[in-house]
């Protein structure tokens, strides 16, 4: 079965400066979906960013940006340019190929950005 | 708009009482999910549907039962056989035709036991 692990609990960085989140997995699959989702006080669930396992390239989005090592099996987000709206929990989530789409989530990394 | 509400907001048991909490989707997804959410802890899975009339249990099912009589309906009953069903309930949607198309989230009910 697969599994994802957020290692850092809680994490903060100052305003307009860079913060990199982790997160592993393990699968014996070889083709498979990360996602990173924010959780904002309000509690809404926010996709952040998306990676496809067979693509080499890693996604950005904006601010966000995902370093992708298949072979270790990692799946860090960067933050660049911190603000105070990034604020929330981030959850790092891995979606098999299979068309059940079901997501296996980690344990969540809260961020704090200081002003 | 499309999107996912959940309904209520907020929602109060008294032991032994089973109560039901309403997802409804108008984003045409053929996927439902029901997660648990505990303080500080990630979102568990406990129950799942892929197409209306059919369900399969997730991680967590016990204690709970589901419905999927609509497409766009999903709604989750959490029975008096959960022992700790005080809890944050996220409902979500996804498009299968899409491969690796990501789950759309609702707003959340958050269920206290009295």
């Known amino acids: 079965a697969q599994t994802v692990t957020q290692s850092q609990p809680e994490m903060s960085v100052q305003e307009a400066e860079t913060v990199t989140l982790s997160c592993t997995y393990d699968?014996?699959?070889?083709?498979?979906?990360l996602f990173w989702y924010k959780q904002p006080p309000s509690r809404q669930m926010i996709l952040v960013i998306r990676?496809?396992?067979?693509?080499?390239q890693n996604a950005t989005e904006n601010r966000f940006s995902v370093n992708f090592q298949k072979a270790a099996k990692s799946f860090s987000l960067k933050i660049s340019d911190s603000q105070l709206g990034d604020a929330a929990m981030y959850f790092c989530?891995?979606?098999?190929?299979?068309?059940?789409?079901?997501?296996?989530f980690g344990q969540g990394t809260t961020l704090q950005v200081k002003p | 708009d499309g999107g996912i509400t959940q309904s209520p907001k907020y929602l109060f048991r008294k032991e032994g009482q089973n109560v039901t909490l309403s997802c409804e989707q108008n984003?045409?997804?053929?996927?439902m999910y029901w997660y648990r959410q505990d303080p500080g802890q990630g979102l568990r899975l406990i129950y799942y549907?892929?197409?209306?009339?059919?369900?399969q249990k997730g991680d967590i099912a016990e204690g709970y039962s589901v419905s999927r009589e609509k497409k766009e309906s999903f709604p989750l009953t959490v029975t008096s056989a959960q022992k700790n069903p005080t809890a944050f309930y996220l409902c979500?949607?996804?498009?299968?035709?899409?491969?690796?198309?990501?789950?759309?989230f609702g707003p959340g009910t958050r269920l206290t036991v009295l």
């Open positions: 979500a949607s996804s498009g299968l035709a899409r491969p690796g198309g990501e789950q759309f």
């Open positions: 984003l045409n997804h053929d996927a």
């Open positions: 989530a891995y979606r098999s190929s299979g068309n059940t789409g079901k997501l296996i």
């Open positions: 549907s892929q197409i209306v009339n059919d369900f």
């Open positions: 699968t014996s699959e070889s083709d498979y979906y």
């Open positions: 990676q496809e396992a067979y693509k080499q």
